[in-house]
């Protein structure tokens, strides 16, 4: 397992492919497996770092509570100084998105192009978003695991996609129940989405940005991501037709080539 020591932490990643260096950055309770199906496709062109965020995986939790998504961006932005890379394309996914905008925001020489996916701004200000992760929190420290995966479920997919691809949610679920998360850290993943608040600060990223969201999204709704499209200076959104929160499952193809066609317009 390669770990290396990272804001005081030891961080597990993995490298796959050559090219351009691209960081991904998993959501809530993600580890580096999260993007397998965007790495088989990247890797022919790009140079994939992934890794098990702060608390969960091979990566140690720390002792500093709660989790912020700028904690969590000083940890990637101290993982790829140790690789020594000094620049990379950065997407992030749902938390791992607030953690891009802070690893953009607070090290911005670092952020060559940021990719965020089923984003928001600020927490605070979804009243119905931060329940959510509110009742999410608490269900995660009852320690019934097999409950929170099946609940996450019923919002990450939409309705349609559970049932025509109903094998493809119990693959989800039987693989984050065969290796399931320290729940703390999941929990504590949750503090960091109830913390965003990047809002008055996102019209400083200045390098070139991809937003995405699923039409469907129950969690991360569409108005949540236009709100970050005119914020953030001349960024792109695609909105995925008739996809929920995970479209890098629901909508695999369609996700993969709309981030390698941003990518390539926006060479290092």
């Known amino acids: 397992m390669p770990r290396v020591t990272a804001n005081g932490i030891a961080v597990y990643y993995e490298i796959h492919g050559s090219g351009e260096p691209l960081l991904l950055i ?3 309770g993600g580890d580096h497996v999260a993007w397998n199906p965007q790495v088989a496709a990247f890797r022919k062109e790009y140079r994939c770092i992934t890794f098990d965020p702060r ?3 091979g990566t140690d939790k720390g002792s500093v509570v709660p989790y912020t998504p700028r904690l969590m961006a000083d ?6 100084e140790v690789l020594g890379t000094r620049r990379v394309h950065v997407a992030g996914a749902s ?3 607030a953690v891009a905008q802070e690893l953009a925001l607070a090290h911005p020489e670092m952020v060559h192009t940021l990719s965020l996916h089923s984003t928001w701004a600020r927490t605070a200000s979804h009243p119905h978003l ?5 009742l999410r929190r608490r269900l995660v420290e009852t320690g019934d695991w097999p409950l929170v995966v099946a609940n ?9 996609f559970v049932n025509e691809h109903e094998d493809v949610v119990a693959d989800r679920e039987r693989l984050r129940l065969k290796n399931p998360p320290p729940l703390e850290g999941v929990a504590q993943h949750y503090w960091a989405d109830l913390l965003h608040d ?9 390098c070139p940005t991809l937003i995405t969201v699923g039409a469907q999204d129950i969690i991360t709704l569409p108005e949540y991501a236009q709100a970050v499209q005119h914020l953030i200076p001349g960024s792109d959104l695609v909105v995925f037709q008739g996809v929920g929160h995970l479209s ?3 909508a695999t193809a369609e996700f993969n080539r709309v981030q390698l066609e941003f990518l390539r317009r926006h060479p290092m």
């Open 26 to 28: 998993a959501g809530t």
């Open 55 to 57: 608390g969960i995986g």
């Open 75 to 80: 940890d990637a932005a101290a993982l790829v």
């Open 95 to 97: 938390l791992g998105s």
């Open 130 to 134: 931060r329940r959510q992760f509110e």
């Open 152 to 160: 996450n479920s019923l919002s990450l997919f939409t309705p349609q």
């Open 198 to 206: 990047a809002a008055e600060r996102l019209p400083f990223i200045s």
């Open 248 to 250: 890098t499952l629901q």
